[in-house]
């Protein structure tokens, strides 16, 4: 009797010890999923920032999918010349500032995400070693992400200009060109 208690008392545990073992490790493997998907988001948000970087310098090619590129090349339609006089050094492009940068899976896809930024670049205007005179310009960026050849590449981006520094100046001449006419309306 001793010896069938001692048995079912082990018989027992060594049960709870397997199904604790079996949790344990189901629950190990959910969470290496969950650590490897946020570092998958993390690598795709990297990639995300360095095609933001690369775009407002216009080379963004490699980020690209194929079908992208291919849409890409028939939309540009500027002329080689031009590109080579107005590209050439980035055209007075010193900073390129990522703002905000927020990148998400769409729901029910593992090959396709979305990233959302808000980017701040800064030209220097030739001659003027002031920076209030540099020529700034605020762009929300919005990429669609899909994984090719199993590299996270942009497949659509649609750009929104959100501010410009020659805005506030076509403000201030517009002002001053009302005030100067009112001016000169009552001196006649």
Avoid at 33 to 48: G, H, P
Avoid at 142 to 157: C, R, T
């Amino acid at each position: 009797m001793k010896n069938g208690f001692i048995k079912l008392l082990l018989g027992i545990s060594l049960a709870v010890s397997l199904g604790w073992g079996l949790k344990l490790f189901t629950e190990l493997n959910r969470a290496r999923q969950t650590i490897a998907e946020f570092q998958n988001i993390e690598t795709l948000n990297q990639r995300s920032e360095d095609f933001v970087r690369a775009y407002a310098k216009g080379k963004h090619q490699e980020f690209l999918t194929a079908a992208a590129a291919e849409r890409f090349a028939r939309q540009d339609n500027r002329e080689k010349d031009y590109e080579d006089m107005h590209m050439s050094e980035d055209a007075g492009l010193s900073n390129v500032e990522v703002k905000q940068l927020f990148t998400k899976k769409v729901k029910d896809r593992d090959d396709q995400a979305e990233s959302y930024a808000t980017v701040r670049m800064q030209y220097e205007m030739g001659g003027s070693t002031s920076p209030a005179d540099d020529y700034i310009q605020t762009f929300f960026i919005h990429s669609v992400w899909m994984k090719e050849d199993g590299i996270w590449k942009a497949d659509d981006v649609i750009i929104s200009l959100q501010g410009d520094t020659r805005d506030d100046e076509l403000r201030r001449q517009a002002k001053e060109a009302l005030e100067n006419a009112t001016k000169a309306r009552g001196a006649e």
